[in-house]
C-alpha cells in the first residue's frame, strides 16, 4: 500500500507490533485454531483405517500427547522470547538466519498458506451444503470461489486492526466451542445412542490390513485437527504479560482440546455403529451429506441436522482461517525486519498498526493453492502417450480423484511437522547457548517432553515418505521448501541487523 511506512534498514530501533491481546484472546487462538474443519471429518478416516474403538482411542490420546508435548516446549521458548514470528525467532537464535529463513518460506509457501486453503476447503464444502452451487458455474468451481471469498473476508478484517482479529477468534471460539459441546450433549438430550454401538474395542478377527501403516495413515489426519497448537507463539509480541499468558494459553488449551476430541469422538461412536462412521471416510468429498458429523446429525434431528452441522462446521472453519490470518504473517514480518525477505513485507500499516503486506501476502498465495487444487480436479490428467513421465501422470490421475480438502492436508502436514521438530529441537539448544536467559516458563519434564515430540516426528514423516497415499503430497512440500535455499540467497538484504526486542517489565 502507497501509505505505508518502514523503518529503515539502518534504523537502530525496530518496527514494533503493539501489545492489545490479553490471555482471553490468546487462550482463544490456541482452541480457536485448533478445532476447524478436522473434528468433523477425520473421525470417520481413523475408523476407516482403524475399526476398533481401542485403536481410535489411542489415536487420539497419542496424538493429543503428541502435540501437548510440542504445545510445553514452545511455551518456554514463547515466554523467554516474546517477539512477532514464534518457530521463526526460536530457529534464528539456535541455528542461525538460513534455518529460520527455510521456516519461514515454509510457512508461506507449504504450511500456513496450505493450512488456510485447507480450511477454506472445508468451510466451501459446507457452505455448498448450505448454499447449493447454481447449474452454470459447477460444484468443485463454486466451492473454489467459496474458499477464495472467505480468505480474502478474514485478510481485510486482519488488515484493518489486531483487535478486531482477536475480537473475532473470542467470539468465533465461544460459538464454535459451544456448538461442539452441545453436539455432545445431543444424545443424552435426546436420547439417542447405544452402548452396543462402541463394539469392537479389540481388533477385529477379520481385520487382515497392515496396523501401523494404517495407524500412521489415522494419524496424519488426527494430527491436522490438533494442528494450530502453536498459532499463539508468532503473536507474543502483541500478547500482555506473554511471560506469564503464553504458557497458561498453551497449556490450559492443549488440555481442554484433547478432552472436547474425545468426548466427541465418544459420541460419533456412541450414536454411530462402527461400519457406519467407517463408510463416512468418503475421499471424493461429493456428498458432504455422508461426513461423519452430518450422518450423527441426521441421526439424532433428522434431515435438518445436515444444515445445522453444516452451519456449525462453517462458523468453525471460519474462526480458523481468521486465527491464521491472524498468525502466520507475523514470521514473514519477523523475517522481514530481519533483512530476509523484502522490506516491503515488514510494512506496519499507519492507521491499523498491522503487518498489512505480509497479511495480504499470505492470502494471495493461499487463494492460488485453492486455484491450484481445483485446476487438478477439474481437468483430467493426460493420455498415457503424453511427454510426461509415467510417475507425474499417476500421481496427477491420483490426485485426480480426491477432494480439494484431502489433497491439501497431506500437502500441508509434512511441511508443517518437519517444522515443528526442528522448532521443538530449539530449546535443547537455548539451554546451552543461553542457561542464563530469563525464563518465566521452563518445559514440565524437560528433556523427555521435547524428545518425545522429536522422535513421533520422525516416525510420522518416515511414514509419509513410505505410503503411497501421503508420498506425493509429501515430495511435492518437500520439494518446495527446498526452494527456499536459493530464495534465502536471492532475497536476503546484506548488512541488516538481527532484531532484538527486550520483553517488557510485566514479562
Not at 141 to 154: E, F, G, H, K, L
Not at 185 to 198: E, K, R
Not at 342 to 363: C, G, K, L, M, Y
Not at 385 to 402: C, D, E, H, I
Request: proline share 7%.
Amino acid at each position: 500500500m502507497s501509505t505505508e511506512t518502514a523503518a529503515p534498514p539502518s534504523s537502530p530501533q525496530p518496527v514494533v507490533l503493539p501489545r492489545v491481546l490479553g490471555p482471553l484472546a490468546a487462550l482463544c487462538v490456541v482452541v480457536g485454531s485448533v478445532i476447524g474443519s478436522g473434528i468433523f471429518i477425520v473421525p470417520a478416516r481413523v475408523a476407516h483405517e482403524l475399526p476398533f474403538l481401542g485403536g481410535i482411542f489411542a489415536i487420539w490420546i497419542v496424538a493429543g500427547a503428541f502435540t501437548t508435548a510440542g504445545a510445553l516446549t514452545l511455551a518456554e521458548l514463547g515466554a523467554m522470547i516474546p517477539q512477532a514470528g514464534g518457530p521463526y525467532v526460536y530457529l534464528r537464535e539456535a541455528y542461525g538466519k538460513l534455518p529460520a529463513f527455510l521456516f519461514g518460506w515454509s510457512e508461506l509457501t507449504v504450511s500456513r498458506a496450505g493450512s488456510m486453503a485447507t480450511l477454506a476447503a472445508a468451510f466451501a464444502r459446507y457452505f455448498s451444503q448450505v448454499f447449493p452451487a447454481p447449474e452454470a458455474i459447477g460444484t468443485a468451481a463454486w466451492q473454489a470461489i467459496a474458499a477464495s471469498s472467505a480468505i480474502a473476508i478474514v485478510t481485510v478484517i486482519n488488515v484493518l486492526g489486531t483487535k478486531g482479529g482477536g475480537g473475532l477468534q473470542v467470539v468465533g471460539t465461544g460459538l464454535k466451542v459451544g456448538g461442539v459441546l452441545t453436539l455432545i450433549a445431543l444424545p443424552f438430550a435426546l436420547g439417542g445412542g447405544s452402548a452396543a454401538n462402541l463394539a469392537p474395542w479389540l481388533v477385529p478377527a477379520d481385520y487382515h490390513g497392515d496396523l501401523f501403516s494404517a495407524a500412521m495413515v489415522a494419524m496424519v489426519g488426527v494430527l491436522w485437527a490438533y494442528d494450530g497448537w502453536m498459532n499463539v507463539t508468532p503473536l507474543a509480541e502483541e500478547i500482555r504479560d506473554p511471560g506469564r499468558n503464553i504458557p497458561r494459553a498453551m497449556v490450559l488449551g492443549m488440555s481442554s482440546l484433547v478432552a472436547i476430541y474425545l468426548a466427541m469422538t465418544l459420541a460419533y461412536h456412541y450414536v454411530l455403529p462402527m461400519d457406519v462412521v467407517a463408510a463416512a471416510h468418503d475421499a471424493s468429498g461429493a456428498n458432504i451429506g455422508n461426513a461423519v458429523a452430518a450422518v450423527y446429525c441426521k441421526a439424532l434431528l433428522g434431515a435438518k441436522g445436515v444444515l445445522a452441522i453444516s452451519a456449525l462446521v462453517m462458523c468453525s472453519t471460519f474462526i480458523s482461517l481468521n486465527g491464521n490470518a491472524l498468525t502466520g504473517p507475523r514470521s514473514y514480518f519477523a523475517m522481514a525486519r530481519d533483512g530476509l525477505l523484502p522490506a516491503w513485507f515488514d510494512r506496519v500499516h499507519p492507521r491499523f498498526q498491522t503487518p498489512s503486506n505480509a497479511i495480504i501476502s499470505q492470502a494471495v498465495w493461499a487463494i492460488s493453492l485453492t486455484v491450484l487444487g481445483t485446476v487438478l480436479i477439474l481437468v483430467p490428467p493426460p493420455a498415457s502417450a503424453t511427454w510426461l513421465p509415467g510417475f507425474v501422470r499417476s500421481a496427477w490421475t491420483t490426485l485426480n480423484q480426491k477432494h480439494l480438502y484431502d489433497i491439501l492436508l497431506d500437502y500441508v502436514m509434512f511441511g508443517a511437522t518437519t517444522f515443528y521438530m526442528l522448532a521443538i529441537t530449539s530449546v535443547f539448544v537455548l539451554r546451552r547457548t543461553r542457561p542464563d536467559a530469563v525464563r518465566p516458563y521452563r518445559t514440565w519434564g524437560y528433556p523427555f517432553t521435547p524428545l518425545l515430540f522429536v522422535a513421533a516426528s520422525l516416525l510420522l514423516l518416515g511414514s509419509m515418505l513410505a505410503s503411497a497415499e501421503t508420498r506425493m503430497q509429501a515430495i511435492g512440500g518437500g520439494v518446495l521448501i527446498l526452494l527456499g535455499v536459493p530464495a534465502y540467497y536471492l532475497l536476503r538484504r546484506e548488512g541488516t541487523p538481527t532484531t532484538t526486542i527486550e520483553p517488557p517489565t510485566d514479562a
